[in-house]
């Protein structure tokens, strides 16, 4: 019953795709290709601000705050998102590109799954 009402507020679509290694017949060498793990799925990415307190360099009193955004994604708990992977969501008409950080935190009705912008695979 949870996880039917969870999905209620799940209005955005996503991707996931991982990075495999194959060997290339003809050169031997190690190349890498993209594959889509999972499509389509339903999912809701919470955006939030995060701040965080730098020390300064020469003065151990000086302190910066510096804000940064902490992205979430919500979906399913029986989604399996490999570390690294990167995860391609459809948000109101727009394609926004996330890579999958840290541990999904995986409950009985949902899981978060913490993210910040792709640059470049790893």
Do not use: N, Y
């Amino acid at each position: 019953m949870v996880r039917s009402l969870l999905a209620r507020l799940w209005r955005d679509r996503c991707d996931i795709w991982v990075q495999d290694s194959i060997v290339c017949p003809v050169t031997g060498r190690t190349v890498f290709e993209e594959r889509k793990l999972h499509a389509d799925l339903p999912c809701r990415v919470s955006f939030r601000l995060s701040f965080e307190t730098v020390s300064g360099v020469r003065d151990v009193g000086d302190a910066a705050a510096s804000a940064g955004q902490a992205v979430k994604l919500f979906l399913q708990p029986d989604i399996v998102v490999p570390a690294g992977s990167k995860i391609v969501v459809q948000r109101q008409g727009h394609e926004l590109v996330f890579a999958r950080t840290g541990m999904p935190a995986i409950f009985d009705g949902h899981q978060e799954v913490r993210m910040e912008r792709f640059e470049r695979w790893i």
